[in-house]
């Protein structure tokens, strides 16, 4: 009898033993696992890097470049004769507006103040920045209409696309907060082909 009660207490403690270990076990892998997850996010979150003067300067230039490339391209819809002139209109606004609410965010996690909006109002940016349209640019251009201006739009937005991205590889050169210097290859890039397009329905080669 006495026997028989030592086997079984043995069995017992063998039992609670395993269950201990495997209870362990899966602690140990959630904690794994947690600990991976949040080394994860804090990797994720660090890779972007900090942010500089040059970023800064960039997103606060960039943000009024595209509110007149926007309002430029606004007009096409009323004006313009061309629907591949129209069709480029709406495929920058298309782009600008959204880039604009990015970088607009950028400023405010960095406790910067976000430009006001100049658009139809004085553009005193004009002379400080490459390719921004004057005020006599703009009102000549809401003036305009039909094939003058398509001709004018294109050849105006040449010159707005070539500041853009100038601005653009001077982040890319300067920049340190890593979606701003992405951004701004980004706008080389889909802006130089712009570019090329325009030229051509202008006749250039």
Known sequence: ????????????????ATV??????ACGGDGD???????????????????NAADISFSKDMIQHHRQAVEMAGLAAG?????????????????????????SGW??????????DMSGMDHAMSSSTPGMMSDADMTKLEKASGTAFDA???T????????AVEMAKTEKANGKYQPATKLAADVITAQSAEIAQMNKMLGKS
């Open 107 to 116: 400023l405010t996690s960095w406790g910067e103040q976000v430009p006001e």
């Open 1 to 16: 009898m006495s026997a028989q009660r030592r086997f079984v207490r043995r069995t017992v403690l063998a039992v609670t």
């Open 79 to 103: 004006h313009a004769s061309s629907t591949q002139v129209k069709s480029l209109a709406t495929k920058i606004e298309g782009a600008q507006g959204p880039e604009i609410k990015t970088m």
């Open 33 to 51: 696992k947690a600990s991976s997850g949040s080394e994860t996010g804090t990797a994720s979150t660090s890779a972007t890097g900090g942010h």
């Open 152 to 154: 004018m739009f294109l």
């Open 156 to 163: 105006m937005m040449v010159d707005h696309h070539e500041g």
């Open 20 to 25: 201990a270990a495997l209870t362990l076990a």
